[in-house]
């Protein structure tokens, strides 16, 4: 719970009984500007605190006030009650909930374990049912009609230190269907303190079975305690049997490194190298219009009208540190000489928030036709509340300003806004139906660059030693130069059934994308595996990445093994032919060879054997996939490591 403190009124001696003033009787409590408690005073001193505890209470930031309630009969108005002023505001930032990550299989075979809300009896456990078995259900028994809406909501979970990396919402959701009318509908959402976004929805047309599902929920639950929840709703819940939902899982991860690699440095050393991870780069118009024309919109009258189009934080999951740079505007001939063109972006639902304003009315110079403008400033925008790009168009009478598409089929409410003082309304509430304004705003998040100059690869050794650099020139968003990368953590195994153990930690460095490591501690014959991830922190959080691919999604790891391709005088001359070769590779020594290992380019054993003293053997390759493999000969004088390339 969250408890409130505060001090008792005080007037420097004035009244009798100790500075306290006459007829004080009690406090109010404000939550939010809301009255939410009395507390009674009890002839508590100036120095004594008193306490109210409000429990339970939702995670979030609340604001406080406190009053002074006094009897006012001692102030000469018999029975009356005086409130004073607020004493505040104090902010507090309520934070509980589960650690992450969190997974929700139904096991324990109740809600109440991990504390989950229902807020009705359609939802229920069923112990036969599942992705494996249990699952959580919603049956539509009993009936629930008219606009319902029925919720599974999870206790809260912690992600308030959370701000590297970004999370992710999995879970299975199944559907047996009735009647398929496309208007019963399951909703995956997320609370953020103060609204509930809704992340995925499936609809009633037609039952399906298990679906995986896998949802980038970042801008809601970073930063924030958070919750989940899924709602059912609908006209008529007898048109579903079920929806289903099991393996529910909410994880955060951090970026990992690319292009993995690794190769021989030196003879016996090996070199490791990665890239570290660069922020993708958004570039997008976002418009509703077909670019067909039918109307332009002005007056017989002198006139001035905002048009707008409005996209939803649904529609703006991936613009996380977006910026509109450019809007694109058809504008009647008849305005350019006589009228005015201002661009215009809001922020907040019905445009509360006007972010930005320009005077454009010199660059629109095309008449009849699309004008793109790029904005003297770049407008950075919240990509979790409504985006409105619009502009404003003025003119004399019997001109015209922002064209109007035909008819588009259906009528879409974010398209046709339009203010022309009133407030905001559509062009559909003035009978011009399907439409949309002929408008469209780029959004990007390039909308910045910072030229680093040349940069050098950073290579760590090990043991000292010099290797030679390469240099580029690399330009970086600056969205991407406040990524919180400390550093790269380097692990390796010798044995492809061990463990990998951390082996160096190599720092990050500003403006540096490409990294090496130089490993002096390989020896010609062994074998080692290598790992690399990235290690992301800030003032409160630490994330280390998963281990960066070498082949997507396939492997995150290298394997190198250090040969020296050259007769070994010590073990005596070995040969291996046909190199290249295809069916067969002969192996011969001089000297008499006890053991034979052959390995793929991931370390895989993919041939062993005893050979007791051959002095020749014939191996079998026709098996072998395409590729370089290393062939390890054990002989009387020692080992031998040599390559060979075997081809389809």
């Known amino acids: 719970g969250q408890m409130t403190a505060f001090g008792v009124p005080y007037v420097g001696g004035v009244t009798p009984s100790g500075g306290i003033p006459e007829g004080l009787i009690g406090f109010k409590v404000y939550?939010?500007?809301?009255?939410?408690?009395?507390?009674?005073?009890?002839?508590?001193?100036?120095?004594?605190?008193?306490?109210?505890?409000?429990?339970?209470?939702?995670?979030?930031?609340?604001?406080?006030?406190?009053?002074?309630?006094?009897?006012?009969?001692?102030?000469?108005?018999?029975?009356?009650?005086?409130?004073?002023?607020?004493?505040?505001?104090?902010?507090?930032?309520?934070?509980?909930?589960?650690?992450?990550?969190?997974?929700?299989?139904?096991?324990?075979?109740?809600?109440?374990?991990?504390?989950?809300?229902?807020?009705?009896?359609?939802?229920?456990?069923?112990?036969?049912?599942?992705?494996?078995?249990?699952?959580?259900?919603?049956?539509?028994?009993?009936?629930?009609?008219?606009?319902?809406?029925?919720?599974?909501?999870?206790?809260?979970?912690?992600?308030?230190?959370m701000t590297e990396g970004n999370m992710f919402l999995d879970f299975d959701i199944k559907l047996n269907d009735r009647n398929s009318t496309g208007l019963e509908m399951l909703t995956a959402e997320v609370y953020n303190g103060s609204t509930w976004s809704t992340v995925a929805t499936f609809v009633n047309d037609g039952s399906f079975d298990w679906t995986s599902n896998h949802i980038d929920i970042s801008d809601y639950a970073m930063t924030n305690a958070f919750r989940i929840r899924f709602n059912a709703t609908g006209m008529n819940s007898f048109d579903v049997i079920s929806w289903f939902v099991d393996n529910i899982s909410v994880y955060r991860t951090c970026q990992s490194v690319s292009d993995l690699a690794a190769r021989e440095y030196n003879l016996e050393d090996v070199l490791v190298t990665w890239n570290a991870p660069v922020a993708p780069v958004v570039a997008e118009w976002l418009y509703y219009d077909?670019?067909?024309?039918?109307?332009?919109?002005?007056?017989?009258?002198?006139?001035?009208i905002d048009e707008a189009i409005r996209f939803e934080p649904a529609q703006m999951v991936d613009f996380a540190g977006a910026a509109v740079t450019k809007i694109s505007v058809f504008i009647d001939s008849r305005l350019i000489g006589t009228g005015t063109v201002s661009a215009k972006i809001w922020q907040g639902a019905n445009a509360s928030n006007l972010i930005y304003e320009e005077d454009i009315t010199s660059q629109i110079v095309i008449g009849d036709d699309f004008n793109e403008v790029t904005l003297a400033t770049p407008v950075a925008f919240d990509n979790t509340v409504e985006l409105w790009i619009g502009v404003n168009t003025a003119g004399p009478a019997n001109t015209y300003g922002v064209g109007i598409t035909t008819d588009m089929g259906s009528w879409n409410p974010n398209a046709d806004l339009i203010n022309d003082g009133g407030g905001w309304s559509h062009i559909q509430d003035m009978g011009i139906s399907n439409r949309a304004w002929l408008l469209r705003g780029f959004v990007t998040t390039a909308y910045q660059t910072v030229q680093l100059g040349s940069y050098t690869d950073h290579t760590t050794l090990i043991g000292g030693g010099q290797l030679l650099a390469t240099s580029a020139d690399v330009t970086i968003n600056t969205v991407t130069t406040d990524r919180e990368i400390s550093g790269f953590k380097v692990y390796r195994k010798t044995d492809e059934m061990g463990d990998y153990t951390e082996l160096f930690t190599v720092p990050a460095e500003a403006g540096v994308e490409a990294y090496s490591f130089l490993d002096e501690t390989t020896e010609i014959g062994g074998s080692y595996w290598y790992q690399v991830t990235c290690v992301w922190e800030s003032a409160t959080d630490f994330c280390e990445s998963a281990p960066g691919w070498n082949v997507a999604m396939t492997e995150d790891f290298v394997f190198v093994i250090p040969v020296l391709d050259v007769d070994d005088e010590e073990a005596g001359e070995l040969n291996l032919y046909p190199n290249p070769a295809k069916d067969r590779v002969n192996v011969t020594s001089k000297v008499a060879m006890k053991h034979i290992s052959v390995m793929n380019y991931v370390g895989q054993v993919v041939y062993t054997a005893d050979v007791a003293g051959e002095n020749s053997v014939e191996l079998n390759t026709s098996s072998f996939e395409a590729g370089v493999y290393v062939v390890q000969i054990n002989t009387a004088n020692g080992l031998v490591t040599k390559r060979v390339v075997i081809t389809e």
């Open 290 to 304: 077909d670019a067909t024309i039918e109307y332009v919109m002005g007056s017989t009258a002198d006139w001035s």
């Open 31 to 161: 939550q939010d500007s809301e009255w939410i408690a009395d507390v009674a005073y009890d002839n508590e001193g100036t120095e004594d605190w008193i306490y109210h505890v409000i429990n339970p209470i939702d995670p979030g930031t609340y604001l406080y006030d406190v009053s002074a309630i006094y009897d006012l009969t001692s102030y000469g108005f018999a029975g009356e009650i005086g409130e004073s002023a607020w004493e505040g505001t104090d902010t507090v930032h309520v934070v509980w909930g589960f650690p992450l990550p969190f997974f929700e299989g139904w096991d324990q075979g109740t809600f109440g374990f991990n504390s989950w809300m229902t807020s009705g009896t359609n939802w229920k456990i069923n112990s036969v049912a599942g992705s494996p078995a249990p699952a959580a259900e919603f049956t539509w028994d009993p009936l629930l009609e008219n606009d319902y809406s029925s919720t599974l909501t999870s206790n809260p979970l912690d992600a308030d230190l």
